[in-house]
């Protein structure tokens, strides 16, 4: 017997627009896009194939995560962004999901960036960022970039990566990252703060 396709209708655009910082015609063609040839991020964005469900599961997303680094192995890197997407923590992305995350990240203040950045290091959601899960994000993202950086990375790469981390932000040397300490310490590095503006503009 045939099954009827479910598909996800995305909540009233009036409750969205109010929810989000776009307006209703940027989510109209935001869900056109979502369903046809979608958006999602990259800290912060790559583009989802056609969904017409209006729902992206962790195994699709790490599918079509993985054509945008053939070159390496984006699996945990998409597993962890998938987490930070899914904030109902129901299995899926939705519509709404993505629409929420993304106007952080296009139109958030500063604060929350931040926030959700912090929310993608904390992998427990314990409200703290450890040496592990740090360890665990850096090793993610060099095993995305594979092996044809140049120059070459050296294996000890990651764990550098969060020795500096920690000695920037671990203020109080308890062996964790705090969201506060993490946001005064990520204010105060010009960088940081110029990345946080490279997609206000995008849409």
């Known amino acids: 017997m045939e099954m009827a396709t479910v598909r996800h209708r995305p909540e009233a655009l009036e409750l969205l627009e109010a929810q989000s910082k ?5 989510l109209q063609i935001l869900y ?11 800290l912060v964005f790559h583009f989802f ?3 017409p469900s209006g729902v992206v599961n962790e195994e699709t997303f790490k599918e079509i995560y993985s054509q945008f680094f053939p070159q390496g192995d984006s699996t945990t890197y998409a597993h962890f962004l998938f987490n930070a997407f899914d904030t109902d923590h129901n299995g899926s992305v939705s519509f709404e999901d993505f629409v929420m995350g993304l106007s952080i990240l296009l139109r958030g203040t500063v604060q929350e960036k931040l926030n959700w950045a912090f929310n993608l290091y904390d992998i427990n959601k314990d409200g703290y960022i ?3 899960e740090m360890l665990d994000i850096m090793k993610a993202i060099y095993d995305m970039m594979g092996k ?8 000890d790469a990651p764990r550098q990566h969060v020795e500096t981390f920690f000695q920037k932000m671990d203020k ?3 062996g964790v990252v705090t969201i506060d300490e993490f946001i005064e310490s990520c204010q105060k590095d010009e960088n940081i703060m110029r990345s946080m503006q490279l997609f206000e503009n995008v849409i």
């Open 172 to 174: 109080n040397k308890d």
């Open 130 to 132: 450890t040496k592990e």
């Open 148 to 155: 044809c950086t140049y120059p070459v990375l050296r294996e």
């Open 32 to 42: 056109r896009g979502f369903k046809n040839f979608g958006c999602c991020s990259f």
């Open 22 to 26: 776009f307006t209703k015609k940027e």
């Open 49 to 51: 194939q056609e969904c």
